[in-house]
């Protein structure tokens, strides 16, 4: 059974920084695109980031864009999502998801993921 375990998630004053972690079991990990979507109460599931099976191909949502930073160690069968400048906005809870398919390109759209960890929670205050 394919696991996702996210971790480093918590509560943070805006301005501040967190990194999330997602492990990766029992999955072809490497040669599989890996995505971050966060959910807000009240809120759709939306994309924060993706990266593909190398790391050469990464995208970003507009609204983290130069505070954010998406890696991946395929030894490892990590990938992290390095939070800076944290406003209020961005809390939520942040699901880590494996790509269906050995993909080039890195996805956006949730439906292009086969995988999904079980979240963790993100609070900044303000």
């Known amino acids: 059974q394919v696991q996702l375990v996210e971790s480093g998630g918590g509560l943070v004053q805006a301005g501040g920084s967190l990194r999330l972690s997602c492990a990766v079991s029992?999955?072809?990990?490497?040669?599989?695109?890996m995505g971050w979507f966060r959910q807000a109460p009240g809120k759709e599931r939306e994309f924060v980031a993706a990266?593909?099976?190398?790391?050469?191909?990464?995208v970003y949502a507009d609204s983290v864009k130069g505070r954010f930073t998406i890696s991946r160690d395929n030894g490892k069968n990590t990938v992290w999502l390095q939070m800076n400048s944290l406003k209020p906005e961005d809390t939520a809870i942040y699901y880590c998801?494996?790509?269906?398919?050995?993909?080039?390109?890195?996805?956006?759209?949730?439906?292009?993921?086969?995988?999904w960890g079980q979240g963790t929670q993100v609070t900044v205050s303000s």
């Open positions: 998801a494996a790509a269906g398919a050995a993909w080039a390109r890195p996805p956006s759209r949730a439906a292009e993921y086969a995988y």
């Open positions: 029992t999955l072809t990990f490497s040669n599989r695109p």
């Open positions: 990266i593909s099976w190398n790391g050469g191909n990464i």
